[in-house]
């Protein structure tokens, strides 16, 4: 009895401290203005305690849910509504992310250890601008929090309390659950610390050359976390969703895609304005547009417009309190952006067309004209609903149709961008540094032409430019170490080691090109060469799928904590190896779900997926072979080791400081 009273009181203190949070964030966010007005400098520091202390009543708020669904509280209509006695401790604490009112409490409580990290962190690196920097963050947590107390409040008690909850969705019974929408969180949110610098810049009139470098960081560490999700969650509809692929252009997953595009057009465009000081408007610009895309894609989630199977949970009724908090942030934020966007003047500009920061400016073209693109093909369904009443869905060949010809260029900047040098390139040792990754290449796309039977013109041409850029990448990493050996006489480990620790952020951008250029070869094998077949199988058939011999060996009943199952046992007779795909009904909502197994290599994936029973001892079963798709998961963790390191980067001054052997010292 006492244990149960004790996690009732827990609830109401959680609740009490998430109200108390709203209260101090709203101080937060007036500190500021109030000092300003009473001319009293000293009551901006206010905004500075009230991050730390925002941050921990939010936590507290959390932990108490936390502690209801660890606990199984089901007096909390949502921990009812989201959770079981039966469901794993470790999907109980994801749970607290699960349905609506959860993972908006999950995005605040992000975005306020995003404020007090920018607080601690800015007491002595811009102490005169830190309160405006944390008041424009306090509005942001004050509008969310006025969401999930007043509309969406996940700690509303339920009575007369259920014996057990309705349990959680099987679908997110997963440890993609777990990770991806954390993740995510961390890159939509982190995106509000570019967001408040910039507004910050334009009410206060801050240099640009002052506060870009800071942005920088932020801005990566933000773009950063956004990719491991987004790579996450394509990973988790692979192996989860049992339709063999990973990315379905979902309207859901455009959510997340449309302000990665933009923030990789921003981290580019930043370090532009880092080194040659221009494009400062644009930057404030495109700083705006990537946050506005992330409330978007909160908006699109958890409105209930969309109808998507990652679009766990909805809710119509107070979409119109986001799209209204969103239409807000927008007028304010361009607003402020049109009346003091004149102060962010650049101070260079491009004197020629084959440079370093000429090929951003088209790097920076090309991902806004794919944001658009997936904006437009995402949001018109919605808008001629909405106006006609027509209903059409935009699906994957309209995207694969626009989106493959822009990243084809954007792959072949990429390749080239990393070897011309900043204000004017010579053409000469351009084109002779080209000229070899470039027959490499051709020779690449001739190859798959003549002996890979591509059946799209994209088969050889991606091929091509990847090869292309892999060449190139190698090529200029090889070349700066031969010379670096030739000056020191150093052996080839500790040549290699000193070229990359002497410049770390130059090569760990080269190691985030790396990544992308293996990813784009997983998506060129697994998107062009894949190969399927559906058979009914009984114990003994077998069935050929692309060279890859398969034998039914029959099903086997499986009970785990919280539900049932039909493992299938399939023996890949070319290795010997087998792969179990179950069939799981899960007991408390009785849906049935498929787990798909899995063989994975190198060079591909064999992937099965057992369906329903079609009579007796028979099973519908599903088998693929993709090619080279585990490079796409190789390829996101070779894009997380460069942005570390690029990360680990010291101070400016010192990154400046071009090392012997780099490739900025031929340039």
């Known amino acids: 009895m006492s244990a149960n009273l004790l996690s009732l009181n827990l609830v109401e203190l959680g609740q009490y401290c998430a109200f108390l949070a709203l209260l101090v964030a709203l101080v937060q966010g007036l500190a500021p203005a109030v000092a300003h007005v009473w001319r009293q400098p000293r009551l901006a520091q206010l905004s500075v305690s009230g991050s730390v202390a925002v941050f921990a009543l939010t936590s507290l708020g959390g932990l108490s849910l936390i502690h209801a669904f660890v606990t199984s509280n089901f007096s909390v209509q949502y921990v009812a509504q989201n959770s079981n006695t039966l469901l794993p401790i470790f999907y109980k604490v994801a749970a607290l992310w699960g349905g609506h009112e959860g993972s908006l409490y999950l995005w605040v409580w992000v975005l306020t250890l995003y404020t007090m990290v920018v607080g601690l962190h800015g007491r002595k690196q811009y102490p ?20 999930i107390l007043f509309l969406s409040n996940p700690f ?135 946050f506005a895309l992330s409330l978007l894609g909160t908006f699109l989630v958890r409105s209930g417009v969309l109808s998507s199977v990652h679009a766990f949970a909805v809710d119509p009724g107070r979409g119109a309190y986001i799209l209204a908090f969103m239409t807000i942030v927008l007028t304010v934020s361009f607003g402020i952006f049109m009346l003091r966007g004149r102060y962010q003047q650049a101070e260079e500009s491009i004197t020629s067309l084959m440079s370093r920061e000429s090929l951003f400016v088209w790097n920076n073209v090309l991902f806004t004209v794919a944001c658009a693109s997936v904006l437009l093909g995402t949001l018109y369904p919605l808008a001629l609903d909405t106006f006609t009443g027509q209903k059409i869905t935009v699906g994957a060949p309209y995207f694969n149709i626009v989106m493959v010809p822009i990243f084809l260029v954007i792959v072949l900047l990429m390749a080239v961008g990393p070897l011309v040098p900043w204000r004017k390139a010579n053409l000469e040792r351009l084109r002779a540094r080209l000229l070899w990754p470039l027959i490499i290449g051709v020779a690449a796309a001739l190859g798959v032409i003549l002996f890979l039977s591509a059946v799209h013109w994209t088969g050889p041409a991606a091929a091509g430019i990847a090869i292309f850029a892999l060449m190139n990448l190698i090529t200029e990493f090889a070349r700066a170490i031969r010379q670096r050996r030739l000056q ?27 990544g992308i250029v293996i990813i784009a070869l997983g998506l060129v094998g697994s998107g062009l060469f894949r190969s399927e077949a559906s058979v009914n199988m009984a114990p003994g058939d077998e069935v050929e799928v692309a060279g890859e011999r398969l034998r039914f060996e029959g099903v086997t009943p499986l009970r785990g904590q919280n539900y049932n199952a039909m493992q299938g046992r399939l023996t890949l007779l070319n290795s010997g190896r087998e792969v179990r795909p179950e069939r799981r009904t899960y007991m408390r909502q009785e849906a049935p779900m498929t787990e798909s197994g899995i063989d994975s290599t190198l060079l591909r994936d064999v992937y099965v997926a057992m369906t329903d029973s079609t009579g007796g001892d028979r099973w519908a079963v599903h088998v693929y072979v993709n090619p080279l798709v585990r490079l796409i998961w190789i390829g996101g963790g070779i894009i997380l080791a460069g942005l570390l390191l690029s990360l680990s980067s010291r101070r400016r001054a010192r990154e400046s400081e071009v090392s012997v052997g780099t490739v900025e010292a031929t340039k």
């Open 156 to 290: 509303d008690r339920l009575f007369p309390i259920p014996a057990d909850g309705h349990d959680l969705n099987p679908l997110l019974q997963d440890p993609g659950m777990v990770f991806h929408p954390p993740m995510l969180y961390l890159g939509y949110v982190g995106f509000s610390v570019p967001f408040a610098f910039a507004m910050t810049a334009l009410i206060t009139r801050w240099r640009s050359e002052l506060w870009i470098g800071l942005v920088r960081r932020w801005a990566l560490i933000a773009w950063g976390f956004l990719t491991t999700g987004v790579m996450l969650g394509g990973w988790w509809a692979y192996y989860e969703l049992g339709w063999g692929g990973y990315w379905a252009w979902d309207p859901v997953e455009n959510a997340s895609f449309m302000p990665w595009l933009l923030g990789t057009a921003l981290v580019h465009s930043i370090t532009v304005q880092d080194r040659r000081r221009m494009l400062h408007a644009w930057n404030i610009f495109l700083v705006i547009s990537t």
């Open 488 to 514: 020191l006489h150093e052996p080839l480990a500790k040549a290699c080691a000193k070229t990359v620790l002497g410049n770390r952020r130059h090569y760990g951008g080269m190691i985030v090109h790396f």
């Open 128 to 147: 005169e601008h830190l309160p405006v920097i944390l008041a424009v963050q306090g509005w942001l947590i004050v509008g969310f929090f006025g969401l």
